[in-house]
């Protein structure tokens, strides 16, 4: 079939298959231009089928030639409709490590659950023995508790009062106001208890019961700050909420991994393009505003160049892992310069839907959105009948 852009709201409704691939390839070629980084050989990324996950997955790969198992929730093929774009990232790694004789193994279904768990434990078991680095890299919209079987779903809203402020589609470029009514006590909950840190909490746990973690394992959660206008919506948040209560949960891990030597982090990353954050209200304005100036210093990074530079600057120095006083290990430096930070704040007073498109970067927001579902890849032939049917070779 001929595979177009369908848009609906912050989604797009297709994917494509060979873009999607040339995604996958282009992140392995970047890893491998920087060089082989001294870390884990036997990995588990949970969420490794986009975004940071995806990014991770392939720095251990064609970073360190580890073996990967990678845990991930996408729709597979219809005929006559495309998988999500997940899908085909995972389908086009697993060639590539394949060719490069790599192993990976990939499972799809719901990580929230003990059945899941249970079926990445037994991979462990058969195929590697044990893992020697877990990356926690989930973003979802719900979860389905494992144990009450309650069915919670996040909340993106302000705490203590309404929040205004600007924001734009980034469709249409058009610049408005937005409100957000503050959360009720429920929404905080909720929010906690789909993003903050129990379901790492439990996966840590499994995987230690069951024996299949590496003495002196390492596990890696990731976070989020940002600066002062996405504060209200973001850290201060409900969605903040979660992520304190995840980079809390990272010291309660380590204390269970002791015995094994075993250590969790919390890495706070840049803001980007993915699904996951253009669903939230004024963070696309922010990025547009922020990729535009990043650009213009030289420091702006994707998923890959931010994982590339966690591996090789901070998780594998070969000379411990530096972090902040919280504990935490930063890959927002970049992001958070008080330099970069003040051109962002005062663009951010100008904006509007006329100048944006010169003061901000949203063609480089649309592109990165339309490269998520693996369309805009120079060397893609779009008007190609296209394969929508593609397999991901380890999932029958
Ligand atoms: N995007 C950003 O700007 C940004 C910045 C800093 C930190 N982060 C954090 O990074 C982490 C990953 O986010 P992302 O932006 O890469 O998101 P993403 O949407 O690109 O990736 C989410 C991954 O989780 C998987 N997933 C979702 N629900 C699942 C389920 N129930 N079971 C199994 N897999 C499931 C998806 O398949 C996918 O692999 C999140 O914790 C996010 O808060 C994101």
Redo the contacts with the bound molecule.
């Keep these: 079939m001929i595979i177009e852009p369908r848009m609906r709201g912050f989604i797009c409704l297709t994917a494509h298959p060979t873009g999607c691939e040339q995604n996958v390839k282009n992140q392995i070629n970047y890893v491998k231009s920087k060089g082989h980084i001294e870390g884990a050989k036997k990995v588990l990324v ?9 990014a991770s997955r392939i720095t251990s790969a064609f970073g360190s030639d580890a073996a990967t198992i990678g ?4 729709k597979p093929p219809m005929e006559g409709k495309t998988a ?1 774009p ?1 899908w085909y990232n995972s389908a086009a790694f697993e060639n590539e490590a394949q060719k490069a004789g790599l192993y990976a193994k990939s499972i799809n ?4 659950s003990n059945e ?1 768990k249970q079926q990445t434990i037994d991979m462990i078991k058969a195929d590697l023995g044990q893992v020697d680095l877990v990356i ?5 919209p719900a ?1 389905l508790h494992p144990t009450t079987g309650v069915l919670h779903r996040s909340a993106l809203k302000p705490i203590g009062g309404t929040f205004t402020n600007k924001t734009v589609d980034f469709h249409t470029g058009n610049v408005s106001q937005i409100s957000i009514e503050p959360a009720v006590q429920e929404d905080i909950d909720n929010t906690v208890v789909v ?1 903050g840190g129990e379901d790492w909490s439990m996966w840590m746990d499994a995987l230690k019961s069951a024996g299949v973690l590496a003495n002196g394992a390492t596990t890696v ?4 700050i940002g600066p002062e206008v996405t504060e209200a919506v973001y850290r201060k948040g409900t ?1 903040g909420r979660a ?1 304190d209560h ?1 980079e809390a949960t990272a010291f309660s891990i380590t204390d269970s991994l002791k015995d094994i030597d075993g250590k969790a982090y919390v890495s ?10 253009s669903a939230i209200p004024v ?1 696309p304005l922010y ?1 547009s505003l922020l990729y535009k100036i990043m650009k213009a210093e030289g420091i702006h990074e994707g ?1 890959i160049e931010q994982m590339q530079r966690l591996y090789s600057e901070r998780l594998y120095t070969g000379n411990g892992v530096p972090t902040d006083d919280k504990g935490r290990i930063r890959i ?1 430096d970049w992001e958070m310069r008080a330099d970069v930070q003040e051109k962002v704040a005062s663009l951010w007073l100008e904006a509007t839907t006329e100048n944006l498109p010169q003061i901000g970067d949203l063609e480089g927001y649309r592109s990165d959105f339309h490269n ?1 579902f693996g369309f805009g890849f120079e060397g893609v032939d779009y008007k190609a009948d296209t394969n929508e049917m593609v397999n991901v070779s380890s999932i029958e």
């Design positions: 949970i969420g490794a089928s986009t975004g940071f996950g995806l845990v991930f929730f996408e999500s997940g279904g719901d990580a929230f899941i926690y890299s989930l973003a979802s979860r993003m959660a990731y976070s989020y969605i992520k995840l706070v990353n840049k803001a980007l393009v993915t699904q996951a954050s963070i990025i998923c927002d998520l």
